[in-house]
C-alpha cells in the first residue's frame, strides 16, 4: 500500500494522472468510478485534460460503485445521474460504455449477480477510484460487511445516512435505507486501486485503513491484502497515522519514473 501525503491540487493531478498514463496506453481501458465529495477533484482534473490535451475516454468502459434502492430515474442523487454529472457525460464516453447496479431493477438480487457477471465479462476493472467512510465503508460495504461479499443489497448505517443528508437537503430521512453494492471482493478485483481521502472527518477511517487490524468492523482494511494500492490523502486525513513522517520521507525519495 503506497501513502501519499500532499494538498487536494496535487493528490488530484496524481489521481488523473494515473488514469491518463493508463487511457493513452491502453484507450479501452476499464475504469471503476466512485460517486460522492472525495474524487471531484480528480474528475475535475480529467475534465481538464480532455479538453486541453486531449484524453479520450471514446473506447473505454467504465463501471460505478454503487447505488440507493428506489430513488426515482431522474432523481438528481441518483447515482447514475450523478456520476453522468460529474464525469462521465463531461468526457466523450461512447454512449452504453457506463455501468451502474440497477437500483429500480424488480430483483435486485438478479440485478446485482448480472453486474458482477457484466464487470467479469469486460474483462474486470484496471483501475478503481475510491473514496472512503467515516466508518470505514468503500463502496458502500458497510461495518459488519463480509471481506469477501459480491455486488449485493446493502442496509444503509444511521452514519452513512447521516454523513450523506447533505446531499438531501439536510434531511437524513430523504436518504434511502438501502442500496446496491460492489462487494469487497468484486472491489478487490480491481487491478489497481487508487482511495482519495481529504480532511479531518476521515482521519481515523485512513488511519485503520492503514495501520488497523484487518477487520469487517472497517471494511476498507481489506485492502491490506491488494498488491498494488495507492492512497491519496490530505494533511487533515493523514492526521492520525502513526507512521505518517515514513510515508512522507518514503514519497519524497520516490524515484520520479517509479510512478503510482
Ligand atoms: C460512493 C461510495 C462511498 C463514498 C464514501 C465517501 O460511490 O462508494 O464509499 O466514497 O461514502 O464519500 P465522500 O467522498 O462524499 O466523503
Same mark, same amino acid.
Given at each position: 500500500?503506497?501513502?501519499?501525503?500532499?494538498?487536494?491540487?496535487?493528490?488530484?493531478?496524481?489521481?488523473? +494522472?494515473?488514469?491518463?498514463?493508463? @487511457?493513452?496506453?491502453?484507450? *479501452?481501458?476499464?475504469? =471503476?468510478?466512485?460517486?460522492?465529495? /472525495?474524487? !471531484?477533484?480528480?474528475?475535475?482534473?480529467?475534465?481538464?485534460?480532455?479538453?486541453?490535451?486531449?484524453?479520450?475516454?471514446?473506447?473505454?468502459?467504465?463501471?460505478?460503485?454503487?447505488?440507493?434502492?428506489?430513488?426515482?430515474?431522474?432523481?438528481?442523487?441518483?447515482?447514475?445521474?450523478?456520476?453522468?454529472?460529474?464525469?462521465?457525460?463531461?468526457?466523450?464516453?461512447?454512449?452504453?460504455?457506463?455501468?451502474?447496479?440497477?437500483?429500480?431493477?424488480?430483483?435486485?438480487?438478479?440485478?446485482?449477480?448480472?453486474?458482477?457477471?457484466?464487470?467479469?465479462?469486460?474483462? +474486470?476493472?484496471?483501475?478503481?477510484? @475510491?473514496?472512503?467512510?467515516? *466508518?470505514?465503508?468503500? =463502496?458502500?460495504?458497510?461495518?459488519? /460487511?463480509? !471481506?469477501?461479499?459480491?455486488?449485493?443489497?446493502?442496509?444503509?448505517?444511521?452514519?452513512?445516512?447521516?454523513?450523506?443528508?447533505?446531499?438531501?437537503?439536510?434531511?437524513?430521512?430523504?436518504?434511502?435505507?438501502?442500496?446496491?453494492?460492489?462487494?469487497?471482493?468484486?472491489?478487490?478485483?480491481?487491478?489497481?486501486?487508487?482511495?482519495?481521502?481529504?480532511?479531518?472527518?476521515?482521519?481515523?477511517?485512513?488511519?485503520?485503513?492503514?495501520?488497523?487490524?484487518?477487520?469487517?468492523?472497517?471494511?476498507?482494511?481489506?485492502?491490506?491484502?491488494?498488491?498494488?494500492?495507492?492512497?491519496?490523502?490530505?494533511?487533515?486525513?493523514?492526521?492520525?497515522?502513526?507512521?505518517?513522517?515514513?510515508?512522507?520521507?518514503?514519497?519524497?525519495?520516490?524515484?520520479?519514473?517509479?510512478?503510482?
Amino acid at each position: 500500500m503506497e501513502v501519499v501525503i500532499a494538498a487536494t491540487e496535487e493528490l488530484a493531478r496524481l489521481g488523473a +494522472g494515473t488514469i491518463e498514463k493508463l @487511457l493513452r496506453s491502453r484507450p *479501452d481501458a476499464v475504469l =471503476g468510478l466512485a460517486t460522492g465529495s /472525495s474524487p !471531484l477533484p480528480i474528475y475535475d482534473e480529467l475534465v481538464r485534460l480532455h479538453v486541453e490535451e486531449g484524453l479520450s475516454f471514446a473506447q473505454a468502459r467504465a463501471f460505478t460503485l454503487d447505488e440507493y434502492v428506489g430513488l426515482p430515474a431522474d432523481h438528481p442523487e441518483r447515482y447514475r445521474n450523478v456520476i453522468e454529472h460529474e464525469i462521465t457525460g463531461r468526457v466523450d464516453f461512447a454512449s452504453g460504455a457506463v455501468h451502474g447496479p440497477d437500483g429500480l431493477a424488480a430483483d435486485l438480487a438478479a440485478a446485482c449477480a448480472a453486474y458482477d457477471d457484466a464487470i467479469t465479462e469486460a474483462g +474486470g476493472v484496471d483501475l478503481q477510484i @475510491l473514496g472512503i467512510g467515516t *466508518d470505514g465503508h468503500i =463502496g458502500f460495504n458497510e461495518p459488519g /460487511s463480509s !471481506l469477501a461479499s459480491p455486488t449485493r443489497i446493502k442496509t444503509l448505517t444511521e452514519q452513512t445516512r447521516a454523513d450523506n443528508a447533505r446531499f438531501f437537503g439536510d434531511d437524513i430521512d430523504q436518504v434511502p435505507q438501502h442500496c446496491l453494492t460492489q462487494g469487497l471482493a468484486t472491489i478487490m478485483a480491481a487491478r489497481h486501486i487508487v482511495l482519495i481521502a481529504t480532511g479531518r472527518t476521515k482521519a481515523n477511517a485512513v488511519h485503520q485503513l492503514v495501520e488497523g487490524p484487518v477487520s469487517a468492523m472497517w471494511p476498507a482494511t481489506i485492502l491490506q491484502h491488494h498488491p498494488h494500492v495507492t492512497v491519496l490523502i490530505d494533511n487533515a486525513a493523514a492526521g492520525r497515522l502513526q507512521l505518517a513522517d515514513y510515508y512522507r520521507s518514503t514519497y519524497a525519495a520516490k524515484p520520479g519514473w517509479q510512478g503510482l
